[in-house]
């Protein structure tokens, strides 16, 4: 089971999942998730630019084909929203990912609850925690249940 | 030309396109911009939820069968990024229209410019006024360019 | 808006969905909802069958050329689960919607709740009178909500 | 060849078929079998809920990661219906298997032989004994028929 | 409705049909029943070949601006197989409309039933007289059946 | 590379193209062609019929799970037209892998070339004997051309 | 018939089709064929780029939600090769219009026919005049031929 | 990760990157580089053609069953334009590649960038050198950037 983690780069809520799913028959892939890289590689590969926009844009260009190939390719897409930035990336993967008809988990705070509703009513199922989603996995591939 | 119009719902953006598009052929469609209604719609029709969470979720899904008809229906769908609040409603709109291969325009301010570069990249323009989005459709249709 | 009306065909729920709906633009369709013509129309027009199984398959056959292409053309498709009869032909139509990626509204009673529990995680609404089905129309199509 | 098994889960008849089908290379997979776990996942993993309706909904979209999974990897669908129960989600998935093109057996008894009309138009095979799947399976796999 | 009526064009079945279905809401369409503008029609507007071949590949690549349109255009195809020739484009034509997932009916004579058995089993209809195909469309249409 | 070999089953040019391809990369597949157990598949398995039409389609229709399966799959379609037989079916699977857009080759007699002609402007190749399959198979892998 | 006419913009080719199908139901579209325009539309609209390949970037972006659609809402493409530039653009817009399986007809010189065998292969007609376009447009909507 | 490497075949370009690709995870595919026998494939295994037109056809025909395949199966397509010849294979392609959605990655020189707007604006990223593709292929698997 392909499952694609994206959304928010600064906790270890992959590693959570990585570690958890580990004895799973799964094969998890995401965007890169050093800032830096993710923000310099095109201009940093393709040439500078002096304006920002073209900058972010090259950048951004460049980690689409990692994030659509991993995104149509998954069987399964988390997306996770943390507490910080404006995160509509991951909020952009959710809506890739349902037009695409791919099972979605959402993985977000109680108080964002309300500004997520689009978004959650989009998911299969909405977890706290990247060890619900980790549960969420063995159930769905083994059937078992935690405790 | 069917547009859909998706995102903020506080200022007069839609009405300026309206205003601005008159005469060409196009056919202007969005959310419920009622922002009260938008919010209730779920429980004022299918019954009460005393859980929050369910509560706005019976609303999104009310609304997802004329935003999902509208953005699969439209040839170019326009998503307007504003001021205030969280928006990823707009962003997830963004991702499903590009996952359906729909010609995008953000409709967006400098400020957020860095934050939304991933779905400007999905984007065959970003405009910053309501005008610029008219101007567009006029040059689409007509061949005309302003000035 | 094209409206297909799937499901039980022994109560007036489409007539109340037709006569409620009237003065919105939709257009409403369904099965041959004459039971005796949709058992029969297979060996009534293509000659009788000694077999009950081929008799039945036959006119399922035909009422599929109908079907279909009312589910495939629709942008909204109502399921209705009445009292009685197995209704497997509502499910599969249910099924059949949701793998289109059709908005879908279930109609059904509460007594049910359990059984449909699979359709109606497909459903975009769940509702148990017919004129739900209609205030949602209504809603989706100007953004009045009841009362 | 993948074969996605779906519909009762209280007889054996999955069990028949994998032992049946020994030698020959199909893999064979379905939903989740143990009907406990299956009607509680949701709540077990995510969180009580008060309301019976939006417990069994949380266990049911869950359950749907691995089932649409299942049907649209699938290379054949079985559907089996048994003696009990109402089955709609059996039919359901018969609907969403036929509308993404999957070829599918149904295994039902003569008795439900004119409320499956529908859902046998939609079948490739119709049958009544697990063994006759095999002798299908086999066939496809080998040429090689019965007896 | 449109009905794209395929095959055999040396009787008068297509007339049948349309003379029959005055009064319903079809919109009938076929090929270019004109057998020499038909075999001649690529070397009439592009230029004269020496080699059969190629004469006969201009004429049948020009038809096929007419039949794909038809065929993806259509609600429901015709397909007719007559008492003479080898009719392979109407085979051609049934197979290229059962993998875009149209609803068949084929018209054809009981001799010939063994010899299309393949293709009889993409059909949701089997008749023998153009009247039925009619009959269908009434049927289809309004509910009612003849007699 | 995933080669279906459709159509004619009485001659030995299967077998002369898998003895021609051997030490290319390619997994041929192709329908059951044992004459006999391809038309009696169906009663064999599934219960004799009375009626020789629903015999042959019971036949058809189990053969249409290996057919169906094998030209979705492939990445090259060879249809073969050979001496005898009206060879519906090779037109049928022409027409059905025409409009997947599988690239295609047509396998035939010079003395059919008129009545293949629409088939054969499906066809991105037209050969007379299986050794040209094979060098187009060498030829498309490999680059190497004959002699 | 949408007839989109895609390619180069300094003869009237477009205009000699335009006056030729007057009488036929056909709707003509194309790219703006003001070259300045559709060179600066980018820059005009939505703001000057000090950096030319940006300029080019914005307007061919611009153009593309008109070409896209255009080409995507047809049911005939017509590519026009002329004698001047390099033309890639057609180029790419009969590849663009080849994978969405869009009849083709391309209008080219003699002497480019070896390097535009690759497009050629991918037309179901290769002219060299506008009048012969408009007499396959005349031919495929009458079964009428010239002369 | 499976990319094909289109267009020109006269300079060293793909060694590169096979080269500079080695220790990655990529496939690396692409049409037959011989230009003589690409040129001279159709009639060498199925005939010669007194006309150019039609031996450079049946060529371009076989040579389609290879690049079809292989940009349908790719996840990501390098299309390469040189110094010389016309090259409008390879911005076929590249619309090809567009609209199936494949990411692209154009290799053009400076001096061509104007007449290759269209074509670049189609690309998620456009590199001069083999080394800044090997440079995009490592960051997207692996995160790592040049220096």
Redesign the interface.
Known sequence: ?KVYLSGEIHTDWRERIVAGAEGLDVALTGP???HG?SD???V???GA??????H??????????????GIE?A??VVVR?GEK?????????????????K?I?VLSMPE???????????A????EEPE?VV??LR??QT?????
């Open positions: 089971m890169v998730t050093d890289a310099d590689c095109g940093a590969i393709l630019e002096s304006d920002k926009y073209w972010d844009h090259k950048g951004a260009m460049v980690n689409a084909i990692r994030t659509r190939n390719g069987d399964l929203f930035y404006r995160q509509w990336n991951a909020a952009f993967d959710a809506g890739y990912a349902a037009a695409l008809g099972p988990i964002h609850q309300h500004a997520l509703k689009e978004v959650h009513a989009a299969l199922a909405v977890a619900q549960q969420i159930y769905v059937g078992a249940l935690p405790g």
